[in-house]
């Protein structure tokens, strides 16, 4: 499904998002700011796709950026993208890393494309290293009555019909909102997620609930 739209997918992403995912990227880097300007800190993007969010991180960072997808046709668009970013091929089910490897991890919009969100976590928490932190990025639950119902009708009519005309694979734009529709809201992801061994979790809100970032630190206490 990934590689038949990864070819037309950052085109997808920014215009029927009219270009808001770009300002969703950068409040992660913003959330992150203390890993990226460390010269020693490595960061790893998880699901990284055609490389948005890694090439984001990386912009200005004094820390090493590594992204890592499982579907090649996307990491050739984004070495394409950032050829000085290191990009490799990997399940984040299993990542190709040894335990406590980075100081941060990142995930945008691949969590809940996971076959198991608890055992996904606790992987993305095997390769941090104690204290590394962890930011999701992912669709969530509109906060705004009004607004919620709107944006609800767009994503699920609206959304996969144009989705499917300009990629010409309208069965991944019909997952899109089945997937987010099955996805925890915010406060169920912070649950998740302090069960699965981190501490701090918290959340920040991003255009009324559309997305939501998930911050975390690894703890061994």
């Not at 992204?67 to 090649?72: A, I, L, Q, V, Y």
């Amino acid at each position: 499904m990934f590689s038949g739209i990864a070819g037309r997918y950052d085109l997808l992403n920014h215009l029927l998002s009219a270009n808001i995912d770009k300002r969703w990227r950068k409040k992660v880097r913003q959330l992150l700011k203390d890993k990226l300007d460390d010269p020693d800190a490595l960061i790893l993007d998880v699901a990284c796709g055609t490389g948005d969010l890694s090439i984001e991180l990386s912009g200005n960072a004094r820390a090493n950026v590594l992204g890592t997808d499982f579907c090649r046709p996307m990491l050739e668009v984004a070495q394409k993208k950032a050829p000085c970013i290191p990009f490799t091929e990997g399940d984040a089910m299993s990542l190709p890393f040894p335990d406590r490897t980075f100081d941060a991890v990142t995930i945008a919009f691949g969590l809940r494309n996971l076959p198991n969100f608890n055992a996904g976590l606790a992987e993305l928490r095997r390769v941090l290293k104690t204290d590394g932190k962890l930011a999701v990025l992912e669709f969530s639950s509109p906060v705004v009555p009004g607004f919620r119902g709107v944006f609800n009708f767009y994503f699920a009519n609206v959304l996969p019909r144009l989705g499917g005309l300009v990629s010409g694979e309208r069965g991944a734009y019909e997952y899109l909102p089945a997937s987010v529709q099955k996805f925890p809201d915010q406060k169920a992801l912070v649950k998740m997620i302090a069960e699965t061994g981190f501490s701090e979790v918290s959340y920040t809100n991003l255009t009324g609930g559309i997305a939501a970032i998930h911050v975390a630190t690894r703890s061994d206490a």
